[in-house]
């Protein structure tokens, strides 16, 4: 018996883009996520389709990433279904909850908070990695073995961290201007403070360049990073992450964007990216 | 010496997406709008290119059509600019201005009103056709015969009518669920009543299938349609297009799109088009 409610429908190129939401036990709450359906899905719904899992940067909804990224033309080409939740648990009013742009509603890190009171429900880790990956492989044609995971900033963080520490769950990372080392940039250290609390060694397993010196990582990593991204040099840090790299001997595929910044007209540029085996 | 003022400028694909600032004689006012400059003007910014002007439907600023159809993708395919203004005069504050999504900011519905307070300002119609397309001429490396006009619900209607009554400056015209006999529908009725004043008489030059009926049309017009718009019966009147065309002999193309419905999933889909010659 399915929990899963359809909340609108859109035709979208030869497939459709659909909104969902659902009961999260790791959240406690309601959450919502968006789907692109290719085309090869409608017209062969007994398959089993390629994925990629989408996480979004920071004061992000479910709908961004399908309004305007123009993913749904090459989902069509690639036969891929692409799956976008939230970025943070919603419907709570925590004291400060929804005060900043980055942190709080719209600013879940992907993490588990340990401090109160997040810690019940900005779950954001255990929500993705045990109900919503369920959630995809029981309500969806997906062939549970070919899920990319991807995702722009604070949601790059958090496909780098997640594919990193769960390689048997997601055959390939792809990010776009991630924030690799949220420990030393101002957006991850009020986050962690906040989340995890004060002591930085909680952070760690939170951190894209710990995480490679901690525990290294077998397939490669794909990085694209405008060159003129007005967060580069204070928030994403992605010199760190091409070391700890070089470290570990890593295979990391960084692609420097000649001029392009950290908005959705970078992420649309690139993102037939996200569906290459290559 | 130009008057434009660049706000901000994103690369794109190949390209760039643009938005800037000017002074309108017309509106007497600063308009802003967008443009998508193509990867070859970039390259050979000398040479001139065909445009799309596009105009966007109610509540859509110069921002919607470039951050959500996916167009530039296609502008570096096709070596063409697209302009997008803004849809009513801004920086004012009018009575009623404000208060309804369908009229005043928002809603200027590319027309000359004649009403107190509108009619000094609310000039859409004399904004294009006289400022913008100068601005566009003298600004941009633009091929002044080759702008073809288009534009979504609200900017359907101002695709059909100022490509009907101006076939000398328009070379195609494009409209995506376009109002196309505004005086039949409540949102025409009502933004034209406070424009216009209430003979009907005055609206008919605003009205796309009153004006085909007039004066005709010697060239085709393109419509795409979604079967599945919410709005079709009641404010966009397709019927009524056809029937009009139908008995002036004029050359209707309407793709009639199976299961779209009226929103942006439906103009990316099929955005591509607006670049076709055929």
Redesign the interface.
Known sequence: MSDLTLIKK????GGT?EFYSHQSSEIKSEMKFSVIRPKAALQNPNNKYPAVLWLSGLTCTEENFV??A?A??YADQYESFVFCPDTSPRGFDFNGEHDSYDFGSGAGFYLDATERPWDQNYRMQSYLIKDFLKLIGSEFPVDSKAIAISGHSMGGHGALTLGIKYPELFSRVVAFSPIVNPINGPWGQKAFTNYLGQDVENWKKYDACELILEQGYSKKIVIFQ?S?DEFLEKELLTDNFVKACDKKKVQLDLRI?D???H????I??YISEIFKNS
């Open positions: 859109h035709y979208s190129f883009t309004a305007k123009g749904q033309r405008g003129a964007c001029g392009f910044d908005s959705y007209y970078f649309s540029s």
